[in-house]
């Protein structure tokens, strides 16, 4: 209810590491910034595929309810993800897809983000593996709610040594490309 | 020094409880959407010198605990509804020789196999009757990450001090959700023991009531010797069908938790003092709850909230009271209608009572909650 409450959902498949990408966003806010923050999450009985969401509510209060109601940011990855979890975007909040993958948009006045998520973190940074943390950066560039310091803090406190580079890098990526991409 | 801070999962924090609790030892088999509850018992527990046993299935589990908690060890179990339903015979069997122990219940959809990625909450029932016959049952309900931690800790300080299992039961969003925990130091919770005899091993009896409706335990291997069995027994621990002594018996062991509701039952008033609409409510829903409640303020609605903790022994006392003043009652919750039959009872017809119910693996929104605080305004 508090005005400061702010919803993001991470949406795709199962398996490209959707869940983990909202923990660390939650992370950068609660421990890094200090903030209220709570994570959760919806999947299927699947081990990969299926549509898959993450959630993170980021409030400067205590948070009450733990899932979305009226999502200020959304990210889809699939086109069965945009078609399941878009319905409850707010008015004026910002939907970040693939742009190779999801070809349909829902209709409504949202700001649209498109950039070809997966694909730069294949070929730009080098493994598609770090495609959940090239769509954090591109979300924490687009909604602003944690600084981009806290969010790469919180990046690097979770990667084993041999890979900050190609995470700080996939972070990093990700931010600009969507900041180019929102114009 | 700063407290320490983590963004923890409810699950993980369940399992740090019970490793602040003292508890040492954990058997289990691995079940959605408890499953992290035993991966972090199986990495921590032998740093502290405990034990982890992934057993051939649940009803093992739970015999292990017994066994482990027979010795004097701390012992914990996790699991979901599949699971939980398996867990009760052997829970009987914990309730009639008193054997401490915390068994968490992570609620998943149901019946059988149902929806083990989705939230549920309609294993409160089965909680206080899944077992068969009379038996007194402590069933705690957390609601956040936090309260997970503190009420895995509070589930073992009951079950040590009454001698009785404990579930802890947090509905799978409460288990799965990730929030900012601040650890208590060592020492800033208490942490209770369970009552070791004063006698010498000779003259022990495990259900010597001359200590008291909770005789004390004596921990296998400490010399002391006795008889466990399933059977009613007598104060010597050894079988009996004396109509007086296994009457005597079982109205101990129910009373012994009854006589103590004013230690055990917990609860949380929000908004209540003049509120005409009251909504009852636990888990992640009372979180919904909350946000309606609050929603409902903001349009000058007078609409509160009284959060069930302790679910067994049920907030009897608090919710007649709330009779008196409410002109209505609320019960939402992730089932077809359970909690809402325990308010009605409490209430006795003096305040209609309304429940709004999904078994969906969708959580009740704030708003059909606060959709319903307007329509019985």
Known sequence: ?183 | MSKKVAFLQGNEACALGALYAGCRFFAGYPITPSTEVAEVMAKELPKVGGAFIQMEDEIAAMAAVIGASLTGIKSLTATSGPGFSLKQENLGYACITEVPCVIINVMRGGPSTGMPTGPSQSDVMQAKWGTHGDHPAICLVPASVQELFTETVRAFNLAEKYRTPVTVMPDEIVGHMRERIVFPEPGELPVINRTAPSVSPQSYQPYDTSFGDIPPLAAFGSGYRFHVTGLNKAQDGFPTTRADIVQAEEERQVRKIENAVDDIVTYEEYLLDDAEVVVIAFGSIARSARYAVNAARKNGIKAGLFRIITYWPFPDRQIRALAERAKAVIVPEMNLGMTVHEVRRCVEGRVPVSGIFRVDGEPISPNEIFARIQEVR
């Open chain 1, 1 to 183: 209810m508090s005005c400061s409450r702010y919803e993001i959902r991470f949406s795709g498949a199962g398996g490209q590491g959707l869940i983990l990408a909202g923990i660390i966003m939650g992370e950068a806010a609660a421990i890094f910034e200090g903030k209220q923050a709570v994570q959760s999450q919806s999947y299927g009985p699947e081990a990969r595929g299926g549509a898959s969401k993450s959630e993170v509510i980021i409030s400067d209060e205590p948070i009450d309810f733990p899932k979305a109601t009226s999502v200020d940011a959304l990210l889809a990855l699939t086109q069965q993800a945009c078609d399941k979890y878009s319905k409850d975007l707010k008015e004026g909040g910002i939907l970040l897809v693939d742009s190779d993958l999801v070809k349909k948009l829902p209709k409504g006045n949202f700001t649209v983000v498109r950039f070809p998520i997966i694909n730069t973190a294949k070929n730009e940074v080098g493994r598609t593996i770090v495609a959940n943390i090239v769509a954090l950066g591109a979300m924490v560039a687009l909604s602003g709610i944690v600084s981009r310091e806290s969010a790469l803090k919180a990046v690097l406190s979770r990667v084993p040594e041999a890979f900050v580079e190609l995470n700080r890098k996939a972070f990093e990526t990700g931010y600009n490309r969507a900041l180019e991409a929102r114009g």
